[in-house]
């Protein structure tokens, strides 16, 4: 009888203790744990201290409303965050770091074991890590003989409107990764995906490249925060006399056909809508490997 008064007691206390609401961020976090935790908590524990004249509880119940919520605070750019009153620089890269820690994170759950069968498999694999960038990132996909993702490399990181990267660093990496295939994709910081008359003769390029080495130019991508165009679905890239159409020119490791990248994923643009006056520029160095 002792031991289970004892034991109502203790119960009791600790529904007390689950009710209390005197407790700060990271003491609610060590006795409680993260789950008990609120938005507004959560992120004051990263931004750790508050301003002038504001506590952190306020300052992160501020900034969560004026920009519409965490998911809205962890993907906001720089730019954005830059205009909030109460983050400074130090908060403000914070934020970016914790940004980044969790688009790394989800890049590796896309990919493992992924299969790449579209340019939208491309994008959502991708995607996390572009979004709201503010200058060009060239990444590389390496695929084994059954398109599944080996891994997914950044080969570069550029300006606003270019990238510099040579034929001999795509193919050193993919030579390294083991790769049968591989698919390139690289963003628009304008959120503009229409392909450059730079990046179609890169494309081009590596996709002769290529065959020299056994390794199949399998696509290039671009890609904005919410659109993709497949360079692929634009013509073929390999003419080879005009003997074989576009998906036997990319053997079984093809993508979608031209047909279900226009109707499926609506990334299709023909080729004769592009002239030179393309802002974006795809700098490329025709490097001997």
């Known amino acids: 009888m002792h031991v289970a008064i004892t034991y109502i007691v203790s119960m009791h206390k600790n529904s007390k203790l689950f009710d209390r609401t005197d407790l700060l961020p990271r003491e609610k976090i060590e006795t409680l744990g993260s789950s008990h935790l609120t938005d507004a908590e959560l992120l004051a524990i990263i931004l750790r201290t508050g301003v002038s004249g504001v506590g952190v509880i306020e300052l992160s119940t501020n900034i969560l409303s ?49 299969k790449i069968s579209s340019p939208k498999d491309v994008f959502e694999v991708v995607r996390s890590r572009l979004m709201n960038q503010e200058v060009e990132h060239l990444y590389l996909l390496n695929l084994d003989t059954r398109n599944n993702l080996i891994s997914l490399d950044l080969l570069t990181i550029g300006t606003v409107n270019q990238t510099l990267v040579s034929c001999r660093e795509i193919f050193r990496m993919a030579l390294l990764k083991g790769a049968v295939s591989i698919i390139l994709v690289h963003n628009h910081p304008s959120n503009d995906p229409t392909p450059s008359s730079e990046d179609i003769s890169l494309t081009k390029i590596l996709a002769e490249f290529g065959k020299g080495l056994g390794i199949n130019l399998i696509d290039h991508v671009v890609v904005s925060d919410s659109e993709f165009i497949s360079i692929k679905s634009m013509f073929q890239l390999d003419s080879a006399k005009g003997q074989r159409d576009d998906e036997e020119n990319f053997g079984n490791k093809s993508l979608h056909n031209n047909q279900e990248i226009r109707s499926q994923d609506r990334v299709h643009i023909p080729i004769n809508s592009y002239n030179k006056s393309f802002s974006h520029k795809f700098v490329y160095k025709q490097a001997l490997l």
């Open 66 to 114: 004026q920009l519409g919520g965490l998911r809205c605070v962890i993907n906001a750019p720089k730019e954005q965050l830059l205009k909030v009153k109460g983050l400074g620089p130090a908060k403000i890269s914070s934020l970016l770091a914790l940004k980044e820690m969790f688009a790394r994170l989800t890049t590796v759950e896309n990919i493992r074991n992924r």
